[in-house]
């Protein structure tokens, strides 16, 4: 029904700067919040940072300053621009955004295969 493709990972310096992406495509209806969130190896999945349908924004405590979430509603595609990244930041990063499809009315949840961040000298 609803298929998020994340792009833009890769391996950086530290101090470094990448930009993600995720395109939301499928038999969409309306996005309400979409988010980024990563998961660094033997940890749990933790929220870096989400964006309402109006352009709110709320970050982790971690990424503020460094990090910029951003949406394009007519592209339905969502960014994250990561600056001054740190190796702790070495993570695979997953889009998610909530959904109203075409064919339910209900919002539900979608997520995205992820993408792997590495902050490496």
């Known amino acids: 029904q609803v298929q998020l493709v994340e792009s833009g990972g890769g391996l950086v310096q530290p101090g470094g700067s990448l930009r993600l992406s995720c395109a939301a495509s499928?038999?969409?209806?309306?996005?309400?919040?979409m988010g980024w969130y990563r998961q660094a190896p033997g940890k749990q999945r933790e929220l870096v940072a989400t964006?309402?349908?109006?352009?709110?924004?709320n970050y982790a405590d971690s990424v503020k300053g460094r990090f910029t979430i951003a949406r394009d509603n007519a592209k339905n595609t969502l960014y994250l621009r990561m600056s001054g990244l740190k190796p702790e930041d070495t993570a695979v990063y997953y889009c998610?955004?909530?959904?109203?499809?075409?064919?339910?009315?209900?919002?539900?949840?979608?997520w995205g295969q992820g993408t792997q961040v590495t902050v490496s000298s």
């Open positions: 998610n955004a909530r959904v109203v499809t075409v064919l339910w009315p209900v919002p539900g949840d979608y």
């Open positions: 499928g038999s969409i209806f309306s996005i309400n919040d």
């Open positions: 964006i309402t349908s109006g352009g709110t924004t």
